[in-house]
């Protein structure tokens, strides 16, 4: 290319607009970084002489063939509001999100109720949507309670994406719903299980993971208005998704992953020294894994109490342990569920699946998970109850 | 209607319309007819059944980059006008550098290794470096619409034109991805071809 067709007017104007451009979207970007982790575990009182409890039911009138992917969050006023998905079946266009709120005082559910459809979202989000997925909540940093969930437009799972919808009200009524961009091939191949993270600048972490092309776990950092300000890949390749994060200062914290891949099948690890925005190979724990999600929760003492299928082929048992995930070593302190499959003399599905977990302000635990994929089971127990087990 | 919303469904409508023209042709409609057929299209498309042929066109392909409009746009007019508002060789650098670009890139995002390019999308100095490299490299050579184009996509992140918060998305898209794969091919085939029979190229 010649000088002087380098030097038309045309071509320098396009010139500078570029340049200008660089410029302008450097200077957003150079204020850019990756903040250290908030410790947001649950500094409880002792239990000091509190009874050891530990309860256990369904959250009822469940008006789904099937449900699945419960999820919890503890409101403003200590109520704890429950989501998952129900329809006829699993990828059903009847598929809604559904919710219901636990009074833990006085043990008692809310009935079930639509929280949001297939076609609310389509609406709002004014696109194709051909069925719905996990949820799981969000508490954002202006306090405002937010609801990721799964949706795809074709296709199976691998396809699909994430959607985010606000509620002032603390999940009475849901605002329109935004898109959350988190690949590069049409936004296909996002789905979401594990609990939140929170970063000292207010902006919140989400464990999420991919299945388009491979099967690996990430950290999706956004703002309280559902922006996606980051990624950070945990795993790559085609083994280990729906990580649950759990930070044990502002740099560190260590990973658990469900494992996809060959023998010997276990709960995965990794850790992270900067605040999730790199992590190390993953490793095998000790923990069995028959491919299913997990639950964790930090406890204030350091060790990780962690919800688990104790089996490497069947989700026909749901144990509670507590351990030292860098000494690989575990307590089993309950088993939840144990109906093993190769006992059964029919053919019904025996599945205790996708625990979630939570720690309560007051230092309380609530779990739920999916019970044969008809209910979701809720378990309640104390600080105490724990403390006696250990 | 956000303005993300009208501008993912002008994609939608864009690539239906270029598809349909593309059908069209082969009844070697007049100009005439296809201009007049063009708003009778949008309204279809846009009023029957409120518009759900291109809510399901957007759930399917999703929000398109700018560079994808961009050139939507130019194949329609062709289309439309039989006149090319851009020559073979201003798109081919286009093509040319999404396809090889996106070879390296959609691997490594898509699941390969830990390195992945689309996390620098959302704010690394590292990409914008190299998407300045690429920029004086395009204006070095002359082909300005490629760069207007980068400089486009620039521009509308800047404006947050589209629904996404990350750079690569508007500047490239899968389906542009793909497309440039198969222009790209299609010229290397058509190189060995001549070559072969000994024709020397256009």
Known sequence: MTNSRLLTAKSLIVLCVFLASVVTVGSQWQSLSWPAFRDARIQSEPSGDQAPVISFDFIPSILTEQVHAAS????????????????????????????AVLDPQRHKWTDAQVAYTRHELAAGLKRYIRKLGNPVPVRFSDN??????????????????????????????????????????????????????????????????????????????????????????????????????????????????????????????????????????????????????????????????????????????????????????????????????????????????????????????????????????????????????? | MSLHDAIGLFGSLLVVLVLAFQILRRLKLSQTVRAWLLPVLVMVLVYSAQGAALLYVRGLLGDLSMTSLALLCAALWYQLFDQKLLKSEQAAPVFFTVAVVGLFFYPLALRYTMLDPYIAGFGSLVLLAGVLLVGLLLWFRGYLFALGLLTAGLLAYVFDLLESDNLWDYLFDGWLFLISIFVLLKTIGRCIYYKIRGIPAA
């Open chain 1, 72 to 99: 919890l969050v503890e409101l403003e006023d200590g109520m704890i509001r429950a989501f998952w998905y129900g329809g006829t079946r699993e990828g059903a266009k009847d598929v809604a999100i559904w919710t």
């Open chain 1, 144 to 390: 405002r309670l937010g609801l990721i969930f799964v949706s795809n437009s074709v296709g199976g799972w691998a396809m699909s994406m994430l959607n985010l919808v606000v509620s002032n009200d603390e999940g009475k009524t849901w605002g329109e719903p935004t898109r959350m961009i988190t690949t590069p091939f049409a936004n296909l191949g996002t789905l979401v299980k594990g609990a939140q993270v929170d970063f000292e600048d207010g902006s919140t972490g989400l464990p999420v993971y991919q299945e388009l092309a491979g099967a690996y776990s990430q950290v999706l950092r956004l703002n309280s208005d559902g922006k996606v300000l980051g990624l950070a890949r945990i795993t790559d390749g085609g083994d280990a998704i729906q990580a649950v994060v759990l930070p044990s200062s502002p740099k560190n914290a260590v990973s658990l992953m469900r494992y996809r891949g060959g023998a010997p099948e276990r709960v995965v690890k990794s850790y992270t020294s900067d605040s999730g925005e790199h992590w190390s190979a993953m490793i095998r724990t000790t923990l069995q894994n028959p491919n299913a999600a997990v639950a964790a929760v930090r406890l204030d003492d350091g060790r990780i109490l962690v919800v688990f299928n104790d089996s490497v082929d069947e989700r026909d048992n749901l144990t509670l342990a507590v351990g030292d995930v860098d000494a690989q070593s575990w307590q089993v302190i309950h088993v939840l569920e144990n109906e093993p499959v190769a006992e059964q003399k029919d053919k019904r599905k025996i599945e205790f699946s996708y625990p979630f977990l939570i720690q309560t302000r007051n230092g309380d635990f609530h779990l739920v998970y999916t019970w044969h994929q008809k209910k979701i089971k809720h378990v309640f127990f104390n600080k105490a109850w724990l403390e006696s087990k250990l």
